[in-house]
């Protein structure tokens, strides 16, 4: 039921200071809301927390691979109490690429904030006989790394290239903001999608067009890096092939860290607080008459919020950017949940989590053969995605996502020596792995197969620092459903409509946030969560006219 908007300013909660939080608030911010953001940890950023070192380190705990910096160029250009945004979502200068090409990061509004650059090649992708592919985004280059690779595989790739243009302009530039909150606004586009062939699974698609094992891991790798198995996310998600092509690959000097820093200033500027070591114990729920709700059915109404400790805080609506499962299961009261019941929250397939080393180590002089961004992928693709997601175990052998931004931006080390960190997918704590006993086995075979393979000659008698988080992080100090690592999984039933939604079913006034919601896990689409959840709150609160002529209905 809409709400009128009466003089008093509404006031909004929101749970956590991820970037889904940030960029949450700065909407509400501009829409007329005061708002405050409840962090638990001593700093903003939740999973895109960076940490510094005594010994003069700074490592990026979480994301490090910006894209579509125009999506942040927007909450930067927003200001206080303007309503709803008028501007376009995709201005031509951004369809095109224009700025991009032209070694351009960000807009005239993010760079009174932070400095974006642009990343080449995206990814270098090291496979397990030493070769390796540059993926860059630009066609010319990659049709010369096929034609090397797989020159059989020419043809496939520009078939490849023009489909996934087709689920991309369809996928990301059409449907991307849409909330699927009911099942009509789904059946409309099942059509399209299967006419684009987009349901099947990703590894499934690209191996249509690559006969080489490589190029299809090149192709189909990086839904990994926002928590989905290749072999079970539907092949919608080639269009992130596209997203990169179009947009690039970007890093904030400072690390992402600067990035969410900038995001906080800017909420701050606009009159949102934050409130570090504020930790969220339940969200206080009662039916329309301010009762204590006895029961699912009826109405229920988030009344604000009960800290660790017993402080209590009233609100006219409460975001949670925290973890979905965990939202519900921890913070809501049983008796007020009827849609998001304990069992379909834990009926969820979960992401898997990660192993992260981070580590610092001398510049001994040798050059790296490294990039910013390094794949290194292990002897085996499909079984070892089957052991992590499936089984559940943890391999003979491994894959990792080596970052290393010193190679990039020096002041992230003392002189003299580089910072890195490097990922590895594992099982979530639904494995029962001890990772206690496991973890310190798992990081000493990570940086013995470092320094064996030459990523890193000499890597044990040169490092300097060592530290690493297990999937225990996850779920101690992240507060996260078994340890995962990025929200449910991005399965074909676990998309659009039936991901979990961003208003929320059971209690009104009520919204969430972030990875485990619509449309998913990944920087850029946190950022359209936050887009999606503004919407969904202006509407609720009286403002649709000014959504409704702002956003066309591009279904």
Same mark, same amino acid.
């Given at each position: ?186 059946? +409309?586009? $099942?059509?399209?999608? &299967?006419?684009?062939? *987009?349901? =099947?699974?990703?590894? %499934?698609?690209?191996?249509? !067009? /690559? ?125 007020? +949940?009827? $849609?998001?019941?304990? &069992?379909?929250?834990? *009926?969820? =397939?979960?992401?898997? %989590?990660?192993?992260?080393? !981070? /580590? ?131 399965? &074909?039933?676990?998309? *659009? ?59």
């Amino acid at each position: 039921m809409p709400h009128s908007l009466p003089s008093r300013r509404k006031q909004a909660l929101i749970i956590g200071s991820g970037f889904g939080g940030l960029s949450l608030g700065i909407r509400l911010q501009s829409l007329g809301f005061d708002t405050t953001i409840l962090e638990k940890l001593d700093g903003p950023g939740g999973r895109a927390y960076q940490k510094r070192t005594p010994d003069g380190y700074v490592f990026d705990m979480g994301p490090t691979v910006i894209t579509v910096p125009h999506f942040i160029e927007e909450l930067f250009a927003l200001e206080r109490d303007q309503g709803w945004p008028g501007q376009p979502d995709y201005p031509e200068h951004v369809l095109t690429g224009e700025r991009v090409r032209a070694g351009e990061s960000g807009g005239p509004r993010t760079r009174d904030y932070v400095q974006l650059v642009p990343i080449l090649p995206f990814y270098r992708i090291s496979f397990d006989d030493g070769t390796f592919f540059d993926y860059d985004g630009d066609p010319d280059s990659t049709r010369r790394q096929i034609a090397e690779l797989a020159p059989g595989d020419l043809a496939g790739y520009e078939r490849f290239h023009a489909d996934a243009e087709a689920i991309f302009r369809r996928g990301f530039l059409e449907l991307g903001y849409t909330h699927f909150g009911d099942v009509s606004t789904m059946l +409309r586009v $099942v059509p399209d999608l &299967l006419k684009l062939d *987009a349901v =099947r699974t990703l590894f %499934s698609f690209t191996s249509k !067009y /690559f006969r080489s094992p490589k190029l299809r891991q090149v192709f189909s790798f990086e839904t990994l890096l926002i928590g989905g198995n290749p072999l079970s996310v539907p092949a919608i998600y080639a269009m992130i092939h596209f997203v990169e092509k179009t947009w690039g690959v970007h890093y904030a000097l400072g690390g992402t860290g600067a990035l969410v820093r900038a995001l906080g200033r800017k909420f701050e500027e606009l009159g949102g607080r934050i409130e570090y070591g504020a930790e969220v114990e339940q969200i206080l729920v009662t039916d329309e008459w301010g009762r204590p709700v006895r029961s699912p059915f009826g109405q229920r109404v988030a009344r604000g919020v009960r800290l660790r400790g017993g402080e209590e805080r009233p609100a006219d609506l409460v975001v949670s950017n925290g973890d979905w499962a965990n939202t519900y299961l921890k913070r809501v009261p049983p008796q007020a +949940r009827l $849609v998001n019941s304990d &069992l379909r929250v834990k *009926a969820a =397939r979960q992401s898997m %989590s990660l192993l992260v080393i !981070y /580590f610092g180590f001398r510049d001994d002089g040798r050059p790296l053969n490294l990039r910013h961004h390094n794949i290194i992928l292990g002897p085996r693709y499909e079984a070892l995605l089957r052991e992590i997601f499936g089984q559940k175990v943890l391999g003979t052998d491994f894959s990792q996502y080596l970052h290393v931004p010193t190679l990039t931006d020096p002041s992230l080390a003392p002189p003299g020596h580089h910072a890195a960190y490097t990922l590895i997918p594992v099982p979530h704590n639904g494995s029962g792995i001890d990772w206690e006993v496991e973890g310190p086995k798992l990081v000493e075979r990570v940086l013995a197969l470092l320094e064996e393979r030459g990523h890193i000659p000499g890597l044990r008698a040169r490092l300097a620092h060592l530290e690493y988080i297990t999937p225990d992080h996850f779920e101690g100090t992240l507060d996260s459903y078994l340890g995962n690592a990025f929200g449910p999984e991005p399965t &074909l039933i676990q998309s *659009a409509y039936f991901r979990p939604h961003n208003r929320s079913e059971d209690v009104q006034n009520l919204y969430l946030v972030g990875a485990g919601v619509q449309p998913g896990a990944g920087t850029p689409s946190v950022m359209m969560s936050a887009k999606m959840t503004a919407r969904l709150i202006a509407q609720d609160f009286g403002l649709q006219e000014a959504v409704r002529g702002a956003e066309p209905d591009r279904r």
